[in-house]
């Protein structure tokens, strides 16, 4: 590991050597002493991926390795049917993720990179709607999770959420600081919503990446961090010199082929990198040949339309309100109504052949009769 930090002028010279493609500065990491930089991590790797970081030479300083053993087939195979990029921050104008977070002095990163993906793809997949809030509980992922400040595993964040999902981040808030489960709001598991992902799945092929953030949405990585990429400022970014600091869990919010880079959401808060975010160049540090990317399926989306199969009304002799019911995508969905509405939708229901019902979750919002 890389115990020095190395100068901004260090920096410049060697991304001025190598042709590198980003911009180093001051930033408020590299700011940070190398024990603290270090406590911005918190990736975990398992055996079978340090074995592959040691095979391809990246825990080796620049010089000691050659560029063939670096560079590995899967830097950028094409994407044959695909779009030549996508951005879930800017899709025809609308944006998708969520705000970016600070995960602070914890090794916490696979919480935050985690749940970016998930806030993004529930936003997209589940709720399809671009304006919706959503914060998911940091906290309760890392500790109820089985993680801590010292370090965790996206396939073990991946198996909670399978396994129990996630509350709301106001029912535990996060703190940078060793916590325990008991935190949690006692009725954590009323405040799931969808969080809880029926599957997931990882792959090492570039092209299936690809195809999963295009038909998906974001995805889950793990990378190599090295001493430069504290310093990273904007740009495409490229290890160019310093030594291998530790591994990192980000979010990855889309790709460009035209560029040659993944673009990635990173949890150390707004003043670091293009406002939180960056992009970093095909082939580096590990991402694809190492970690590759974790894809969450998520639940059927909440927001649907089809056929009514049924249709009643609920009728009680004590109480002025009722309920209509239609059992339409596979699914009983209802909406309660006033007596005042009884009459026009019975008028619906009579002069009407079928009737086609709109849906938010299970309650109805729209309906329609068809002669």
């Known amino acids: 590991m890389g115990e020095e930090k190395i100068s901004l002028e260090s920096i410049r010279t060697s991304i001025k050597q190598r042709g590198a493609e980003w911009q ?11 024990e603290e930089q270090k406590s911005r991590l918190g990736l975990v790797p398992t055996n079978v991926e340090l074995q592959t970081v040691s095979k391809l030479g990246l825990d080796r300083p620049l010089g000691a390795v050659s560029s063939s053993q670096r560079e590995t087939k899967s830097s950028n195979p094409g994407s044959a049917g695909l779009p030549t ?4 921050r800017n899709v025809s104008g609308i944006n998708w993720t969520t705000p970016i977070r600070d995960q602070g002095g914890c090794g916490s990163c696979v919480a935050f990179g985690t749940l970016a993906a998930l806030e993004a793809l529930l936003k997209i997949r589940v709720y399809e709607d671009a304006s919706r809030a959503i914060d998911l509980s940091e906290a309760h ?18 198996d909670y959420l399978k396994n129990n999902g996630v509350p709301d981040e106001a029912c535990f808030p996060y703190k940078p600081t060793t916590m325990s489960c008991a935190n949690t709001c006692s009725d954590w598991t009323s405040r799931i919503d969808h969080t809880k992902i029926p599957s997931w799945t990882n792959t090492k092929d570039v ?8 038909n998906n949405g974001p995805q889950i990585t793990g990378m190599a961090v090295y ?3 504290f310093n990273y400022d904007s740009g495409i970014y490229k290890h160019v010199t310093g030594g291998l600091a530790g591994y990192h869990c980000v979010a990855v919010m889309g790709y460009n082929e035209s560029g040659d880079y993944w673009i990635c959401k990173n949890s150390w808060g707004t003043d670091w990198g293009e406002s939180g975010w960056f992009r970093i ?7 694809q040949d190492v970690f590759g990317m974790w894809n969450m399926v998520m639940p059927a989306a909440v927001k649907g339309s089809d056929y009514a199969q049924y249709i009643l009304v609920d009728y009680s002799f004590t109480s002025t309100s009722r309920v209509l019911w239609a059992y339409a995508g596979s699914a009983w969905r209802y909406k309660v109504i006033g007596d005042a509405e009884v009459a026009g939708i019975a008028k619906v229901l009579m002069e009407s052949s079928k009737v086609y019902v709109w849906w938010d979750g299970n309650q109805i ?7």
């Not at 001051?26 to 002493?33: G, N, P, Q």
């Not at 990029?85 to 879930?88: K, R, T, V």
């Not at 890392?142 to 010292?150: D, I, M």
């Not at 370090?151 to 991946?158: F, V």
Request: proline share 0%; charged share 10%.
């Open 24 to 34: 180093a500065a001051v930033t408020s990491v590299s700011k940070l002493s190398v």
């Open 85 to 88: 990029s996508i951005d879930w």
């Open 141 to 158: 992922l890392l500790w109820c999770g089985g993680g801590s400040c010292g370090g965790w595993h996206m396939n073990n964040a991946c």
């Open 207 to 214: 092209n299936t990446m690809k195809t999963n953030l295009v």
């Open 227 to 229: 001493n430069d990429f």
């Open 281 to 287: 160049a095909y082939g580096e540090c590990g991402i």
């Open 365 to 371: 919002t729209y309906i329609r009769g068809f002669k």
